[in-house]
């Protein structure tokens, strides 16, 4: 899965104008698709950290390509790693993570924010999108259960198992733990088209 580019080009005026923050960091950074927002908005760098090299290597070779002429663009670093164990302390201006919470099992998204604290300076901002809740009424609330129900199915015969379900770092929930963890929640409503009006970020 890869957030579509209709909805980072939301996101990315929520952050910044262009070259108004230092540094950023895509977690769990992928193909590149969020580095590639960010980099306008940045003076010095922008890291991305994934623990797929190969994806990476993906987003080296498209962000390459995507490059202006302009020598004076933020530069772009990687590293390989794991969300829950950043490998970094007070670095960067903000952290986003985008098309990737679902790869964070609820137990682990305690230790997941705090290392997304660790690797922010004081007064970073970590941003992500995210929605409400569905009811239990609703057909998106049944068809991500259903979808969440086959991936263990398919983790109890297929080793290793791969970890990614939905209805994972919602509203309210994730906003409790984000305050838990000193982090001041806004959220930002009706920013996005359909069919994808029921984000927010």
């Not at 109890?156 to 929930?173: A, E, G, Q, R, W």
Request: a negative charge; glycine letters at 6%; hydrophobic letters at 45%.
């Amino acid at each position: 899965f890869r957030t579509p580019d209709e909805l980072l080009e939301h996101v990315g005026p929520l952050i910044g104008v262009p070259n108004s923050i230092d540094a950023a960091l895509d977690i769990c950074c992928g193909t590149g698709a969020g580095m590639k927002m960010l980099r306008p908005l940045c003076r010095d760098r922008v890291m991305g950290i994934d623990f797929s090299q190969g994806m990476m290597n993906v987003a080296r070779d498209r962000l390459a390509k995507a490059a202006g002429d302009t020598t004076d663009e933020a530069s772009i670093e990687f590293v390989r790693g794991e969300a829950l164990d950043l490998p970094f302390v007070d670095e960067f201006d903000v952290a986003v993570c985008f098309g990737a919470l679902g790869h964070i099992l609820p137990k682990d998204e305690p230790q997941f924010v705090d290392q997304v604290a660790k690797a922010l300076k004081p007064g970073g901002r970590f941003v992500f999108i995210t929605a409400r809740r569905p009811s239990r009424l609703s057909l998106a609330y049944w068809l991500a259960r259903s979808f969440n129900a086959a991936m263990h199915i398919r983790n109890v015969i297929i080793k290793p198992p791969f970890i990614m379900f939905y209805l994972t770092f919602l509203l309210p929930d994730a906003q409790t733990l984000l305050e838990h963890h000193g982090f001041h929640v806004a959220i930002h409503d009706d920013i996005f088209p359909k069919p994808f009006n029921q984000a927010c970020v």
